[in-house]
């Protein structure tokens, strides 16, 4: 069984940053792909960031390009979201996600094999 495990949540003023972090545990696996998506109240999940594993290419949602960056360590094996100039609609619970091998675009969730448990992130004003 494949778990992902979270970290790094938790409650920010706004202009101000957290990074998150993501490392599977339990079975290993290649790793293909890992992103990131956050799900606010009341609304459906939508997708926040991706990168390939193999070579690092970086995908984002337009809404977080220039403040959140996303990034890998090889030897850790751990997927990480710096997030800065955080706003209050930036505050939901954010899921950890890694893609199928087969996946083609990072930006749906059925392009999703494992999730994360996620992490709450809060930004009051």
């Known amino acids: 069984q494949v778990q992902l495990v979270e970290s790094g949540g938790g409650l920010v003023q706004a202009g101000e940053s957290l990074i998150l972090s993501c490392a599977p545990s339990?079975?290993?696996?290649?790793?293909?792909?890992m992103g990131w998506f956050r799900q606010a109240p009341g609304k459906e999940r939508e997708f926040v960031a991706a990168?390939?594993?193999?070579?690092?290419?970086?995908y984002y949602a337009d809404f977080v390009k220039g403040r959140f960056t996303i990034s890998r360590d090889n030897a850790k094996n751990t997927m990480y979201l710096q997030m800065a100039s955080l706003k209050p609609e930036d505050t939901a619970v954010y899921y950890c996600?890694?893609?199928?091998?087969?996946?083609?675009?990072?930006?749906?969730?059925?392009?999703?094999?494992?999730w994360g448990q996620g992490t709450q992130v809060t930004v009051s004003s």
């Open positions: 996600a890694s893609y199928y091998s087969i996946s083609t675009s990072f930006s749906y969730s059925r392009s999703v094999a494992y």
């Open positions: 990168i390939r594993w193999s070579g690092g290419s970086t």
């Open positions: 339990g079975r290993t696996f290649n790793t293909y792909a």
